[in-house]
């Protein structure tokens, strides 16, 4: 059976992140969240004192992590996939471009291990988890970042009723406007596999927009978008429609978000 999309690695280097474009399209929906979480400082609460700690950011991404984690006091890198995305990093510490579910860092080696918002891309998550355990340290801590099942639900939708009015709707992993793969539940499971009584710390909030503009920009950078082929336009359109129709109606429009930050140590 062939990956979807959205855990296919040669579609997430060359289209999806070959740049951080999208990515930033996405990020930019929670300019407006009430009230708004800082994941960042989050991420530092939940790991405590880094001060002189090697710290590892797998799929990090245009570097979203790694000056809060340097502002800290640790050694940081960062490790991903796709060299578009690494190649954006400002002031970039050492990065190197790898695959998480075969990292080329020797065993027991890092304080902390951080995953945040990409088990959802790996092919085998499992896997993933067995290489952060296996280059961490003893007594080493690693931190998984996934969402909820109710996260940007809202958008979903309104979104799916225009798939299945076109005949579009196909797997949720591709189709859906949000990555259903690697639920916080799934997530535990899979970090419980290799770490004892991982904890779990939830953080949820809602956007509320009174514009319809930031949803459709989130919707239109999408997998999802893309895989309606000619019909991206149509669909994005009446998306928008949706989005306005409620906001005039309530006068605004809520979605909620779900993220869980998993948090466990090395025995």
Same mark, same amino acid.
């Given at each position: !059976?062939?990956? *979807?999309? %959205?855990?296919?690695?040669?579609?997430? %280097? /060359?289209?999806?992140?070959?740049? *951080? &474009?999208?990515?930033? =399209?996405? =990020?930019?929906l929670f300019d407006f969240q009430h009230p708004h979480i800082d994941l960042q400082a989050e991420a530092l609460g939940v790991l405590g004192p880094l001060d002189g700690r090697l710290v590892a950011d797998i799929g990090c991404g245009s570097g979203r992590y790694l000056d809060a984690l340097r502002g800290a006091g640790s050694q940081? +890198? @960062?490790?991903?996939? &796709?060299? @578009? !995305?690494?190649?954006?990093?400002?002031? *970039?510490?050492v990065l190197i471009a790898a695959d998480a579910q075969s990292l080329p860092l020797t065993d027991a080696a890092i304080d902390v291990v951080m995953m945040m918002h990409m088990l959802y891309h790996v092919?085998?998550?499992?896997?993933?988890?067995? /290489?952060?355990?296996?280059?961490?340290?003893?007594?080493?801590?690693?931190?998984?970042?996934?969402? @909820?099942?109710?996260?940007?639900?809202? !958008?979903?939708?309104l979104w799916f009723p225009l798939l299945d009015r076109t005949g579009m709707r196909g797997s949720l992993e591709d189709t859906g406007l949000v990555n259903p793969r690697v639920t =916080?539940?799934?997530?535990?499971? +899979?970090? $419980? !596999?290799?770490?004892?009584?991982?904890?779990?710390?939830?953080? %949820?909030? &809602?956007?509320?927009?009174?514009?319809?503009? *930031?949803?459709?920009?989130?919707? $239109? &950078?999408?997998?999802?978008?893309?895989?309606?082929?000619?019909l991206r336009e149509e669909l994005i359109g009446e998306l928008s429609d949706a989005i306005t129709s409620q906001i %005039?109606?309530?006068?605004? +429009?809520?979605?909620t978000t779900s993220v869980a930050f998993l948090t466990a140590t090395k025995a």
């Open positions: !059976m062939s990956q *979807p999309k %959205r855990a296919d690695t040669r579609y997430l %280097r /060359e289209v999806a992140y070959a740049d *951080p &474009s999208g990515l930033e =399209a996405r =990020a930019r940081v +890198f @960062g490790v991903d996939l &796709s060299v @578009g !995305m690494l190649a954006a990093v400002p002031d *970039p510490p092919p085998d998550p499992v896997l993933a988890v067995a /290489e952060a355990a296996r280059v961490l340290r003893r007594g080493g801590t690693v931190l998984v970042a996934t969402n @909820g099942r109710r996260h940007l639900a809202e !958008m979903n939708e =916080a539940d799934e997530a535990h499971h +899979f970090v $419980a !596999m290799r770490f004892p009584d991982p904890d779990v710390h939830w953080l %949820r909030s &809602s956007v509320i927009v009174t514009d319809a503009a *930031p949803v459709v920009r989130h919707a $239109a &950078s999408t997998t999802a978008a893309q895989a309606v082929g000619e %005039r109606r309530d006068g605004h +429009f809520k979605i």
